[in-house]
């Protein structure tokens, strides 16, 4: 089983809280990035997504859009919960980050894609 809500942290060093999954598979939650493109002050922002409920106890599919709250770009991030072989929950991700263009022939360069993995931080001692 893997459960999304919770506590996450990326490889970035971001982190985010998912609240509940309720019974039609949507969640919401939020999202602080330990990294910008803008220089205003980074901000928690809300994320709101859905689960896929087909196989629920089995690795579930996920997608959520992060609205950020301090800048006029939108993250979208699709991916997959996954138990591995050690037994810990880790969300393999894709997103796209679209910033906002001035116009429409800069709408070319406005989307960029990358990855980030997603884990439970360890209790420190
Ligand atoms: C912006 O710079 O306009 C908003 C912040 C974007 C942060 C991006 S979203 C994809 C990647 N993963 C993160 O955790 N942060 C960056």
Redesign the pocket.
Known sequence: QCVLTGFWV?D?G?NMTIAAVNAKGEFTGSYY??????TQKIQVSPLQGYQNLMSPESQPTFGFT?N?SF?D?I?VFTGQCFVDKKGKEILKTM?L?R?RVDNIDNDWKATRV?T?VFKHPQPQK
């Open positions: 990326n970035l971001s990035t330990a990294v910008s493109d803008t992060v950020w800048s770009s993250t997103w980050l910033s990358g980030n």
